[in-house]
């Protein structure tokens, strides 16, 4: 709906205005492992 290709240009959509998300190493690690799962 909104044209938005990427996580990251999401990250500067929400940024932009004014919603931050608190991210922990946890998620980081999650995103990575989902991320390689996918990638095969």
């Known amino acids: 709906m909104l044209g938005i290709?990427?996580?990251?240009e999401m990250d500067g959509?929400?940024?932009?205005?004014?919603?931050?998300m608190p991210i922990e190493f946890d998620d980081v690690i999650w995103?990575?492992?989902?991320?390689?799962?996918?990638a095969k």
């Open 5 to 8: 290709q990427s996580r990251y």
């Open 13 to 20: 959509f929400l940024k932009a205005h004014g919603v931050l």
């Open 31 to 38: 995103d990575s492992e989902t991320a390689a799962h996918f």
